[in-house]
């Protein structure tokens, strides 16, 4: 296991990747704190449950396991078995994670997405014990035989768990990348990271601040044949994009005042152009050929 707050550039480029999917006014300049596990960690039916610490203090924030789902019950006269399997998590007090309020009291952990935001404005619940996923058969008899293939972690690869726990009597949020086989007998993590700044946010995903990031890391340009796209993180609106002809003349100027821009190619000359996403750190440029 290795902790920075700087990561490999292959796993650097996988978060700058989605970094134009960070939500403007979030609070990613900060000091993120990078967990990569090496090996991943692979839990079955027949692992001990993995205790996470997010800041190495020795307390664990969440503990994960997969189970063999065994036994039996009644609801309303019926009587019922019911075999499976299930990964859950369980939450110490005072740490919680991010999910919604699904039927029967039940808590439904969200699946994120990398780029999703994690802050305060997400709904955590604080439940001691949850599922990200079961896969079951309920046998009820002369009632009938019903499949139970629930959680939102279920079948996925690649998945974020936002969460957020306490150092010192203050809030500080974090992920964890995880998968979860689709008979939810295997759970595999990844990494995980969190903000090392009280109360501030972060984004599944993140492993650096966006200030250690060099800015063409920062932009991402692609072309359709009506327009440009380009994608910045929020601390590069301000900047100013350029469509610059072969001569060096100016075409088209626009700019950045969100996260996504687009600029439309309608009443431009066929030719090559170069399209210049220009910001006090740097220049971003693509060659493009508009027919």
Do not use: C
């Not at 490999?8 to 700058?16: D, H, I, N, P």
């Not at 019911?82 to 007090?93: K, W």
């Not at 380009?230 to 060096?248: E, S």
């Amino acid at each position: 296991m290795k902790t920075a707050t700087q990561n490999k550039s292959s796993k650097l480029a996988r978060y700058t990747a989605v970094a134009g999917a960070v939500i403007a006014g979030s609070n990613v300049n900060a000091q993120i704190v990078y967990t990569d596990l090496v090996p991943d960690v692979v839990l079955d039916t027949l692992s001990a449950p993995y205790m996470l610490d997010f800041n190495n203090d020795a307390s664990p924030d969440l503990v994960f396991a997969a189970a063999h789902l065994v036994g039996s019950g009644s609801t309303n006269g019926i009587q019922y078995t019911y075999l499976g399997n299930g990964v859950a998590i369980s939450i110490p007090a005072g740490n919680a994670v991010i999910g919604v309020a699904g039927a029967s009291s039940a808590f439904d952990l969200t699946a994120l997405n990398a780029g999703d935001p994690i802050s305060s404005a997400q709904n955590f619940g604080a439940s001691t014990s949850n599922f990200l996923a079961i896969n079951a058969v309920v046998n009820a008899g002369i009632a009938g035989t019903f499949p139970i293939a629930q959680g939102n972690f279920l079948g996925v690869s690649h998945k974020f768990l936002g969460a957020h726990f306490a150092i010192a009597g203050t809030t500080h949020y974090g992920w964890v990348q995880l998968s979860v086989n689709q008979l939810a007998d295997t759970l595999t993590i990844y990494d995980y990271a969190y903000n090392g700044t009280a109360d501030a946010a972060l984004n599944a995903g993140q492993m650096v601040g966006l200030e250690n990031i060099k800015v063409e890391d920062k932009v991402t340009i692609f072309t359709t044949l009506n327009n440009a796209n380009i994608n910045v993180t929020p601390d590069l609106i301000g900047g100013n994009i350029l469509m610059v002809a072969m001569n060096g003349a100016i075409v088209s100027s626009k700019k950045i005042t969100d996260i996504n821009t687009a600029i439309t190619f309608e009443g431009i000359e066929t030719g090559i152009y170069t399209i210049s996403a220009q910001f006090e750190s740097g220049n971003v440029s693509k060659r493009v050929y508009i027919k």
